[in-house]
């Protein structure tokens, strides 16, 4: 029996509870066990062992070590008790000298690519990922540029790593036939290394910018969002950009497909979802020409050096003033 480590999920999903997520069909014939604090859509409570609250992001650095000790400490009793023969966590953390078999997903090193020496996640890739790796019986990671990371950084065998890209929900995203806005979209936390702060930057400078706005959708970050908002304070454009908080499902397929284009210039990325997300409803996508971002995009989107401001602002003003382009990214039996 599959037992499957959901833990870590929030109610309001992003980035690597949405991957999970989006598995949960796949995984149903397998007939797993899920760990999660709350209720599972399409789940039935019996195959939903519960797990304390308080354990996620959501609840910060105090809800990781939180999480971190559970998974030491009570997951291996819940996994002998379930009578499961292996254990699944979509990201990288599982009991470690346990002798519990386990596989892992691996989404990025991102923490070891920004150097912030005491910050928790680098200081859980550098010294804790190395162990939960060496014993994992195998590493699933969502990009060829992830692997190469895992390699490069932490010394992965290559046999044990098995680059699986992902895909978006397609009975979620796509083509609504609605009219375009006049807003650039950017989707996602707002961390330092997903660039908004040069997109914010790029967009004061575009020479048309009185006829768009700058959409900023995530969750609020109480440190980083204030720090945003005054950047757009002090270029004077704070009236045209719009920082909004995690939208539904429903709503955010309604803004992406209104967009005038998705701009995902992030500086690093293990994947980039949106990205697919967004060319599934037909809205035009601008993003880096680094890491697994080109892998995902291939040559249907615009790329640009998320270093340089410059550039960021001119495949927004072309998107902007070039309808025949934004008319290219239509779905394609809409298009031809």
């Not at 804790?128 to 019986?137: E, F, K, T």
């Not at 895909?167 to 796509?174: Q, S, V, Y």
Request: aromatic content about 8%; glycine content about 4%.
């Amino acid at each position: 029996m599959l037992l499957v480590n959901l833990a870590y999920c929030l109610p309001q999903p992003t980035g690597t509870t949405t991957y999970a997520l989006n598995l949960l069909p796949y995984l149903h014939p397998l007939q797993p066990r899920y760990l999660t604090s709350h209720p599972l859509p399409g789940i039935a409570d019996s195959a939903q062992p519960t797990v304390p609250p308080g354990m996620t992001a959501a609840h910060g650095l105090r809800g990781h070590l939180k999480r971190l000790w559970w998974t030491q400490t009570q997951l291996p009793r819940l996994y002998r008790q379930s009578q499961a023969s292996l254990l699944f966590s979509p990201i990288p953390e599982a009991p470690l000298g346990q002798g519990i078999p386990y596989v892992v997903t691996v989404h990025d090193l991102i923490p070891l690519r920004f150097y912030r020496p005491w910050a928790p996640l680098r200081l859980y890739s550098r010294y804790c990922l190395p162990h939960i790796l060496a014993q994992a019986r195998h590493v699933i990671c969502n990009s060829t540029a992830t692997a190469n990371d895992l390699m490069q950084f932490l010394d992965c065998p290559s046999d044990r790593l098995s680059p699986i890209p992902l895909a978006h929900d397609e009975t979620r995203f796509c083509w609504l036939e609605l009219p375009t806005g006049n807003y650039f979209l950017c989707l996602g936390r707002c961390a330092p290394y997903k660039n908004w702060s040069r997109v914010i930057a790029a967009f004061a400078q575009l020479p048309s910018r009185a006829d768009y706005e700058l959409w900023l959708v995530g969750p609020y970050h109480p440190r980083d969002t204030p720090r945003l908002q005054a950047q757009t304070e002090a270029l004077g454009i704070s009236n045209q950009v719009r920082v909004l908080n995690f939208l539904p499902d429903e709503q955010l397929v309604t803004v992406l497909n209104q967009a005038l284009a998705l701009v995902f210039p992030s500086l690093w990325e293990g994947f980039g979802l949106p990205i697919l997300e967004a060319m599934a409803c037909g809205t035009p996508v601008i993003t880096a020409n680094l890491a697994s971002m080109p892998e995902v995009a291939g040559d249907a989107a615009l790329l640009v050096d998320p270093y340089q401001v410059n550039e960021i602002a001119a495949a927004m003003e072309q998107v902007g003033r070039d309808e025949a382009l934004r008319n290219t990214s239509a779905a394609p039996d809409l298009a031809a």
